[in-house]
């Protein structure tokens, strides 16, 4: 038999299973094998799979409309960003189909805001190692990862990288060519590292005294994965100018958004940018009802409770596992376990005991399960990675 995979372009290496539907935080396989889901399509599935107000919010919308373009209006929308807007920094949204739009979309109003006020040589952006943006030509300069540049020509102008952490490099990075720094407030894809609260404050005022802007990445450590709405609002006065949303704002149907503050955003003007599909009606039903039930002060303090029963599940794990585990690392339910190896062996033991946790950069083992998950779920994967550990060698 032909192997029913041969047409799609093997960018991606599934394992072997296929699930057919998701209930809570379970995917099922077409044999009626249950898996607890800790990776929740990476970061996106926030209320779970199935989640009831989602799926009518979805059909209800299926039911009457589901496209009419930008060309007219979008009610649902309107409503969203201005849910958006009451609850953050941000004045103005620019809707999405993706995470990487978000940020094509942030890169392009930083560098129109400079060039509108006669500053058109501000056009850098900095960014720091262990970024990841996405994977479009803007993406993946600003991403910086040599691995994901090449063979796709030569690298864009305009991009500085600088080492995560390293505080000199920065001050002598932004100058008065930058036209933003942008940064994910903890790296999902590059380790899971969350950048240190007083570090985020510390940018906000070194892009205040050198006039470039601010823009974060919160594609996947926002919308409550760490506890508070926004990873950044953990920090005091770190409030950006520009801010890249998706994965999780859409529980599962694709779409992400920009947000802007008015000073910033108003430079986006009427032919500046555009999408057809971004914010349309379909995305915005189901982006209203997730919004409603996370940007909630008592979800977000369950989020909060239970990241600690993981933390400390986790560092319990690490403390019995000394020769294999580094340590544990993240913020809230955007949390990893960073291995002495690599952790493929491991994440493919969990799966075979039913538990389905993801990878990320520096051997780190992710974790980024729905936002609904239970101390009993946190319980059953716990003994499932603490097995995995134990049945690992890791190899000279
Ligand atoms: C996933 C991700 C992106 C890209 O989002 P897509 O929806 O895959 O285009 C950008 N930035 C961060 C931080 C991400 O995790």
């Known amino acids: 038999m032909s192997d029913p995979r041969q047409h799609i372009m093997p960018v991606y290496r599934p394992p072997e299973e296929a699930f057919e539907r998701g209930e809570g935080v379970r995917l099922i396989t077409e044999e009626g094998k249950s898996y607890l889901d800790f990776i929740g399509g990476i970061a996106v599935s926030s209320l779970g799979h199935s989640h009831p107000a989602l799926v009518s919010a979805l059909k209800d919308q299926a039911e009457k409309l589901w496209h009419t373009s930008n060309m007219f209006r979008v009610p649902a929308g309107e409503q969203l960003a201005e849910k958006m807007c009451a609850r953050t920094f941000a004045d103005r949204v620019f809707f999405t189909n993706s995470g990487t739009e978000a940020v094509e979309a942030a890169i392009k109003t930083a560098r129109k805001y400079h060039w509108s006020k006669g500053d058109e040589d501000r056009f850098e952006i900095v960014t720091f190692t262990g970024a990841f943006h996405g994977r479009s030509l803007g993406a993946i300069n600003a991403g910086g990862n040599p691995k994901y540049l090449e063979g796709f020509g030569p690298a864009l102008p305009g991009f500085t990288q600088i080492e995560w952490g390293d505080h000199d490099a920065l001050d002598a990075a932004v100058t008065n060519k930058t036209a933003?720094?942008?940064?994910?407030?903890?790296?999902?894809?590059?380790?899971?590292?969350?950048?240190?609260?007083?570090?985020?404050?510390?940018?906000?005022?070194?892009?205040?005294?050198?006039?470039?802007?601010?823009?974060?990445?919160?594609?996947?450590?926002?919308?409550?994965?760490?506890?508070?709405?926004?990873?950044?609002?953990?920090?005091?006065?770190?409030?950006?100018?520009?801010?890249?949303?998706?994965?999780?704002?859409?529980?599962?149907?694709?779409?992400?958004?920009?947000?802007?503050?008015?000073?910033?955003?108003?430079?986006?003007?009427?032919?500046?940018?555009?999408?057809?599909?971004?914010?349309?009606?379909?995305?915005?039903?189901?982006?209203?009802?997730?919004?409603?039930?996370?940007?909630?002060?008592?979800?977000?303090?369950?989020?909060?409770?239970?990241?600690?029963?993981?933390?400390?599940?986790?560092?319990?794990?690490?403390?019995?596992?000394?020769?294999?585990?580094?340590?544990?690392?993240?913020?809230?339910?955007?949390?990893?376990?960073?291995?002495?190896?690599?952790?493929?062996?491991?994440?493919?033991?969990?799966?075979?005991?039913?538990?389905?946790?993801?990878?990320?950069?520096?051997?780190?083992?992710?974790?980024?399960?729905?936002?609904?998950?239970?101390?009993?779920?946190?319980?059953?994967?716990?003994?499932?990675?603490?097995?995995?550990?134990?049945?690992?060698?890791?190899?000279?």
């Open 180 to 396: 933003a720094v942008f940064v994910e407030p903890v790296q999902g894809e590059g380790g899971v590292r969350a950048m240190p609260e007083q570090c985020l404050t510390g940018l906000r005022k070194l892009c205040d005294e050198r006039g470039a802007l601010l823009i974060y990445d919160e594609v996947q450590c926002g919308m409550g994965r760490t506890g508070q709405l926004f990873a950044h609002e953990w920090a005091e006065n770190a409030a950006p100018d520009i801010m890249c949303v998706a994965k999780g704002v859409g529980g599962g149907f694709p779409f992400g958004a920009c947000l802007t503050t008015e000073e910033t955003g108003v430079v986006m003007q009427p032919g500046s940018h555009g999408s057809t599909y971004g914010g349309n009606p379909l995305a915005m039903a189901v982006g209203n009802a997730v919004w409603d039930i996370i940007a909630d002060d008592d979800f977000l303090a369950q989020v909060r409770r239970v990241s600690g029963t993981v933390a400390q599940g986790l560092k319990s794990i690490a403390d019995s596992h000394p020769d294999k585990v580094d340590g544990v690392t993240g913020k809230g339910l955007l949390t990893g376990i960073q291995l002495k190896a690599l952790p493929k062996p491991v994440q493919n033991a969990c799966r075979e005991h039913g538990l389905l946790v993801g990878v990320a950069g520096n051997n780190v083992l992710r974790l980024a399960p729905p936002l609904t998950i239970s101390d009993e779920d946190v319980r059953e994967a716990v003994g499932v990675i603490d097995s995995a550990l134990s049945e690992w060698t890791i190899e000279e």
